[in-house]
């Protein structure tokens, strides 16, 4: 088996029930050590030795469980003291489009001794990512540009060409994609955590969710909260069961502007080498100047895709270097050299391949989780008042994805995640978070109620617990992990 690696900010953020939930007990594992499952090395650099993969067959359509089975490769590292085990903590990783085969012998090794001690690491690629049975829509280069993946409308704020785009992609992901694509959803993905629950032969699982990652954990508290131990939360989607990803979508507007002030600060800075200007009000004016400069007169940009940067471009490094203030220098020299007509090198892209499986599992979970608006002057009415209230994201949170072309119907409502279970979730978030505001995060806190308890910190970027979070809401969730204690209530951490 194959292990591909992504691009972590490719993955970063776009990143359902009536009547398919599972029945409890219907694919009950057991309390013992599975024995069934085939362990073998994982492919890829860098991982730790210890880490194996093994393969979990599920069905492809769970309304039809003795149907077409679909693989989900999995990974492991052992808990690395057995008299401590306590059982297994499941990697659920962010997108749609990312995956955690590697994280137990990444993300994982950053967890305290204690935790590692206490659980088998697991990481897994969601249905539809290789090295699991794997989808693509096969579209054309160009719409693999990350300005494309997210819609930035024209120069003039026009949803036209976002609109032929949407049907473009829609229609190959239709003629490529396969039976599987219109089987891929959220629900779906936490319908599979259950069967590897079972296929590790454990009688419940703990977790930590990232991103995107934290809906899929929900919906799978929602579904199967008798199967759930302790679930971290980290930067956490606003459970919106009506608009789902246009609600994740639409976040940014508010995410941008909680995070642009600091790197607005920062790019002012009295001695900073990569200084922008004097004031971070000069900051913010100089960006939306420069930003509607290439909107009219782009800059050749050989090797990129597109091969310009053009005013959306731009907008999509800012979009990118918010959610690490450790990217705000590479956003700063590129303001820099921008102004000067100049452009440095575009990043290095993931591989072609990697990229259309991106796409494929992204648009088949948010295009299936619920129905998208089709009318264009609906997208036209959100862009334009957007790009009037938050021109930093000049429309591109309220505009149409491929999903406003998707041939499929969504195949069941959006779960909607309620408080009935067990108050055994810790939500973690920052402050201020481009993708995963706080705004959207509190409404994850609400739906919750009883069964959760936030540690918000006074801190900036994408992914709190043991990222770019605080120390002490690290040592609050790792300590929830350990040792199960949770903190009485909801607690700022600074």
């Known amino acids: 088996m194959k292990q591909i690696t992504r691009s972590a900010a490719l993955i970063a953020a776009t990143g359902v029930v009536l009547g398919l939930a599972v029945p409890a007990g219907a694919f009950d594992g057991g309390g013992g050590r599975s024995e069934a499952l085939e362990w073998s090395a994982c492919e890829g650099d860098g991982l730790d030795p210890r880490q194996q993969c093994a393969t979990v067959s599920v069905p492809m359509d769970y309304s039809d469980p003795g149907g077409r089975q679909i693989d989900i490769v999995i990974s492991r590292i052992p808990s690395e003291n057995p008299e401590a085990r306590r059982g297994a903590l499941l990697l659920i990783p962010g997108g749609p489009g990312g995956d955690s085969l590697g994280d137990p012998s990444g993300k994982g090794q950053k967890l305290p001794q204690e935790v590692r001690d206490a659980y088998d690491l697991i990481g897994f690629a969601p249905r539809g990512m290789a090295p699991s049975t794997a989808v693509s829509c096969d579209v054309e280069y160009g719409d693999l540009a990350a300005s494309k993946l997210r819609p930035w409308p024209a120069a003039d704020g026009s949803v036209t060409e976002n609109m032929a785009t949407a049907r473009r992609v829609s229609d190959a992901c239709a003629e490529n994609g396969g039976e599987l694509i219109r089987h891929i959803s959220s629900a779906n993905e936490a319908r599979d955590l259950d069967r590897v629950r079972a296929a590790l032969g454990e009688r419940k699982l703990s977790a930590w969710g990232v991103s995107y990652g934290t809906y899929v954990g929900a919906i799978y508290a929602e579904l199967f909260p008798h199967r759930t131990d302790r679930f971290v939360l980290d930067s956490n989607d606003n459970p919106d069961h009506v608009q789902v990803v246009r609600a994740w979508l639409a976040a940014f507007e508010q995410g941008v502007e909680d995070v642009f002030p600091e790197f607005a600060k920062w790019a002012s800075r009295p001695g900073n080498p990569d200084r922008v200007a004097r004031t971070p009000e000069e900051v913010r004016s100089r960006f939306l100047a420069l930003a509607a400069r290439l909107d009219r007169e782009p800059l050749p940009r050989p090797g990129a895709n597109p091969p310009v940067l053009n005013g959306n471009e731009l907008r999509q490094a800012m979009l990118s270097a918010m959610y690490d203030p450790d990217d705000f220098p590479g956003l700063a020299q590129l303001i820099r050299a921008a102004e000067k007509g100049k452009v440095p090198p575009a990043p290095a ?70 408080d009935r279970g067990p108050s055994n979730i810790l939500l973690i978030q920052n402050e201020r978070d481009p993708a995963t505001p706080l705004s959207g995060a509190l409404k994850m806190r609400e739906a919750l109620g009883k069964r959760a308890v936030m540690v918000v910190n006074d801190a900036t970027g994408h992914d709190a617990y043991l990222a770019n979070g605080t120390e002490c809401g690290d040592d609050l969730a790792s300590r929830f992990l350990a040792t199960g204690e949770r903190p009485g209530r909801d607690v700022y951490c600074d």
């Open 349 to 418: 892209s993931p591989p072609e391949e990697v990229l259309q499986n991106y796409l494929g599992v992204g648009a088949g979970s948010i295009c299936n989780d619920s129905a998208w608006p089709t009318d264009a002057a609906v997208y036209q009415k959100g862009v334009t008042e957007s790009r009037a209230k938050y021109p930093l994201t000049a429309g591109m949170p309220r505009n149409a994805m491929l999903c406003a072309a998707w041939p499929f119907p969504p195949k069941e409502a959006p779960v909607r995640i309620t």
